[in-house]
T-cell receptor
Framework: EADIYQTPRYLVIGTGKKITLECSQT?????MYWYQQDPGMELHLIHY???????EKGDLSSESTVSRIRTEHFPLTLESARPSHTSQYLC??????????FGPGTRLTVL | KNQVEQSPQSLIILEGKNCTLQ??????????LRWYKQDTGRGPVSLTI?????NTKSNGRYTATLDADTKQSSLHITASQLSDSASYIC?????????????FGRGTQLTVWP
């Protein structure tokens, strides 16, 4: 099983709250990713990072932001959550042979 | 437009039966194709990975095939178990992408009934 962790696993919050979804990996991977997945739909890349101090936006526009201050940590922040942000958020890291390992995900519900 | 299409969208089978899931892709240039299993509320877990030169690969009761000419892949599950109930996602990566870009299908939701 991959050593990549996400907290919280489930989060229910009210509109307008600021939230941070945590993601950490202990495999020393440089490349990390955030995906958004709605039920029955494919994963959409929203952010990625090649390494420390590197962050880029993905294919799907997102109002979230990310930071990469340490190799093992790649948190995602929403400054003001809205119901449209309700989704599952998956974090992943990539090994040198391009194998991606996924965390268990955070299921976010914004009321 | 999604470059990875999977069928069927959902499938229900009885425990002990076999099934085959399909994946068609248009990703180019092709690097490799993976099948992932995603349990409800969990992240995807890799089952198999196939490169251009590989036609078939097995992982226990899972056997994946790849036809790079027709750009089709299948995942065959033998002697299904209740624990096989999950979404099976076909993921294709393109060659030469430093991003390690992956193209995801929407998955086939498999339900195994006792």
């Amino acid at each position: 099983e991959a050593d990549i962790y996400q907290t919280p696993r489930y989060l229910v919050i009210g509109t307008g709250k600021k939230i941070t979804l945590e993601c950490s990996q202990t495999m020393g991977h440089d490349k990390m990713y955030w995906y958004q997945q709605d039920p029955g739909m494919e994963l959409h890349l929203i952010h990625y990072s090649y390494g420390v101090n590197s962050t880029e936006k993905g294919d799907l526009s997102s109002e979230s932001t990310v930071s990469r201050i340490r190799t093992e940590h790649f948190p995602l922040t929403l400054e003001s959550a809205r119901p449209s942000h309700t989704s599952q958020y998956l974090c992943a890291s990539m090994r040198l042979d391009n194998e991606q390992f996924f965390g268990p995900g955070t299921r976010l519900t914004v009321l | 437009k999604n470059q990875v299409e999977q069928s069927p969208q959902s499938l229900i089978i009885l425990e002990g039966k076999n099934c085959t899931l399909q994946c068609n892709y248009t990703v180019s240039p092709f690097s490799n194709l993976r099948w992932y299993k995603q349990d409800t509320g969990r992240g995807p877990v890799s089952l198999t990975i196939m490169t251009f030169s590989e036609n078939t690969k097995s992982n226990g009761r899972y056997t994946a095939t790849l036809d790079a000419d027709t750009k089709q892949s299948s995942l065959h599950i033998t002697a299904s178990q209740l624990s096989d109930s999950a979404s099976y996602i076909c993921v294709v990566s393109d060659r030469g992408s430093t991003l390690g870009r992956l193209y995801f299908g929407r998955g086939t939701q498999l339900t195994v009934w006792p």
